[in-house]
T-cell receptor, first 114, second 112 residues
Framework: SQTIHQWPATLVQPVGSPLSLECTVE??????LYWYRQAAGRGLQLLFY??????ISSEVPQNLSASRPQDRQFILSSKKLLLSDSGFYLC?????????????FGPGTRLTVT | GQQLNQSPQSMFIQEGEDVSMNCTSS?????WLWYKQEPGEGPVLLIA?????ELTSNGRLTAQFGITRKDSFLNISASIPSDVGIYFC????????????FGKGITLSVRP
């Protein structure tokens, strides 16, 4: 069976500091991967998605970036955090190479920028 | 872009009651998905619908893909306290490249 991991679970960072959130998927190959942000416990905003290694599509221009260095690893980064970057960050995967829209979410990372 | 409308924002029901939630759009969707999110956790997929008119059950949950392909509903029967959470609908339009559009969610509270 497939599992998706995210770490850290919680993070408190000062404004202007860098960020690196990691997501890994087990039990599947060549998945589509997604980063979402959820503010104030409501609404999912798609930030980035990837259909393969090194292939990243950005949905919302901002000071965040994403990378996919390995098939089942997806990283969300920032060089300098803003207060507005606070939120609940969710990674998700779906079956790659097919028209499959079922996305499966990780446990999330709660980021607080102070 | 495409939008999915879920209302009301919050629902309060008594344990044992049935509840129905709608999700509507002005666009035609090819897929409808229903998720539940509990506090501090990621959303969990409840039901996926792929054909207009499709009616699918998962335990006490039943969801339908509207005939017009512009709406879907989720029914929860005989609610229990652990049904509390945020219920999101999600869907895709043609050419969305495996991306989903999410509704803003409905927060369900169940009084014992």
């Amino acid at each position: 069976s497939q599992t998706i991991h995210q770490w850290p679970a919680t993070l408190v960072q000062p404004v202007g500091s860098p960020l690196s959130l990691e997501c890994t998927v087990e039990g599947t190959s060549n998945p589509n991967l997604y980063w979402y942000r959820q503010a104030a416990g409501r609404g999912l905003q798609l930030l980035f998605y990837s259909v393969g290694i090194g292939q990243i599509s950005s949905e919302v221009p901002q000071n965040l970036s994403a990378s996919r260095p390995q098939d089942r690893q997806f990283i969300l980064s920032s060089k300098k955090l803003l207060l507005s970057d606070s939120g609940f960050y969710l990674c998700a995967w779906s079956v790659g190479g097919t028209v499959a829209y079922e996305q499966y979410f990780g446990p999330g990372t709660r980021l607080t920028v102070t | 872009g495409q939008q999915l409308n879920q209302s009301p924002q919050s629902m309060f029901i008594q344990e044992g009651e049935d509840v129905s939630m709608n999700c509507t759009s002005s666009s035609i969707f090819n897929t409808w998905l229903w998720y539940k999110q509990e506090p501090g956790e990621g959303p969990v997929l409840l039901i996926a619908l792929y054909k207009a008119g499709e009616l699918t059950s998962n335990g006490r949950l039943t969801a339908q893909f509207g005939i017009t392909r512009k709406d879907s509903f989720l029914n929860i029967s005989a609610s229990i306290p652990s049904d509390v959470g945020i219920y999101f609908c999600a869907g895709d339009v043609e050419g969305a490249n495996s991306k989903l559009t999410f509704g803003k969610g409905i927060t369900l509270s169940v009084r014992p």
